[in-house]
């Protein structure tokens, strides 16, 4: 089964236009969405350049796969906010609350924390997190008001401010994995919440998220969460900058286990016919592996498919002619075992 987020087929023609093109179908969170996500460090990253043709380099970037955070939209059912909102997240306490149509995607709030500090915002007048169509220089601002609680330290208020969301760049990123992590055709988006809040004290919240897209892939493939709170007295500044990459859509990095580690699990796999034409046979009798990950050679990931009793059935008779390479995973998201399938009609 093709996985969740791949979009739509597309036309070949026209296709790099298109696919540097967001609107509400390959961007907005939909009920029943789910994707996972690897937390990465964030010490001298830096969200790059703008404008067309950049590149995007953070393949030395270190990805802790341990830290992996699973996220799902359903539909909202908390007072406070608007009927027919989505709340995505990972758990009651890390929600975002939003509302879609063609023409725009609305931010209505959720939770947040920075270092210590953490609340709730609810928007009255929501921001903005996409305009549809939204492609290369796409840009959009709203004024935002709304009530804001605070859990630690216990306040509570209102707030005002404004929304600004730009698509500044299209290019190439490049993660960890070299060819298994190189992604083209990806379009950045970039969203600023400021909130002047008035509370039993007073300052400013800044949000800001850099979110890199590709086409076909709806959740974003690396997100640079930026947060600053500023408290005017007692004069307090704090930040707070969070790097996460889409784990679903790239081949885990290389593991840091030695082959004479006791712990680095070798296993024994059949994969035939090779080369294929219509179906590839994946068949083991370790209990190990979940799923095959298969990405063509540009690192776009084409197919995901789960072992049932130690086998899979891949069908590539859709497959254009060429190579392809393969990893299989356990429950952890780390690489069992790598390599080639060739595809030939």
Known sequence: MKNLYFSILILAAGFTMRGQTLNQTNHAPANGDTYSTWQCDSLNITPGGTGAGTLWNFSAIVIHTAA???????????????????????????????????????????????????????????????VYPMSLNSTSSATIAGSISVVNPPVSGTFSGNSIVVADGTGTLQLPGGSAGTFTNVIRVVTTQTLNYNATVTGDIILKNYNYYQAGIK????????????????????????????????????????????????????????????????????QSPKDVLVYDVTGKLVEKQSFVNGKIKLDVSTFNNGLYIYSVINNNGETLKSGKVAVSH
């Open 68 to 130: 992996v955070t699973n996220f799902s939209t359903v539909a909202s059912t908390t007072s406070g906010y608007p009927a027919g909102c989505q709340a995505t997240g990972s758990s009651t306490n890390d929600l975002v609350y939003t509302a879609s149509t063609a023409a725009d995607l609305k931010y209505y709030g959720g939770n947040f924390k920075v270092q210590s500090y953490s609340g709730n915002l609810i928007y009255s007048t929501p921001g903005i997190y996409g």
């Open 219 to 286: 959740a974003p493939l690396m997100t640079i969460s930026q947060k600053t709170i500023v408290i005017t007295f007692p004069p307090t500044v704090l930040t707070e900058s969070v790097i996460t990459i889409n784990k679903d859509y790239m081949a885990p990095p290389v593991s840091t286990l030695s082959v004479n580690d006791p712990r680095k699990q070798v296993i024994e796999m059949s994969v035939y016919p090779n080369p294929s034409s219509g179906y590839v046979y994946f068949s083991t009798e370790n």
